[in-house]
């Protein structure tokens, strides 16, 4: 994938050149409610509430949203992955 390379800006509403960039996940917040449901069972007797693991691994080849980010306006949009 190359860095730079022309494409459409929605918010330009033209093309522009582009950077592009892997979308990170964000830091979550704790308060979801998995989070918030093994906070309440690790004082527990048993397992400590600790999930079952699911079977299966990590995909050879993963489906990466790519951030742009355009030069014209200096505002991002995000596409959806390809493999």
Not at 9 to 35: L, Q
Not at 61 to 80: D, F, V
Request: aromatic share 8%.
């Amino acid at each position: 994938m190359p860095r730079r390379f022309n494409t459409y800006c929605p918010n330009c509403d033209s093309h522009n050149e582009h950077e592009v960039e892997k979308v990170r996940s964000g830091r979550s917040t704790g308060m979801k409610w998995n989070a918030r449901q093994t906070r309440r069972n690790k004082s527990t007797i048993g397992n400590a509430g600790k999930f079952s693991k699911v079977p299966g691994g990590d995909k050879p080849t993963k489906k990466t949203h790519l951030k742009y980010i355009c030069s014209g306006c200096g505002k991002a949009h995000m596409r959806e992955g390809w493999r």
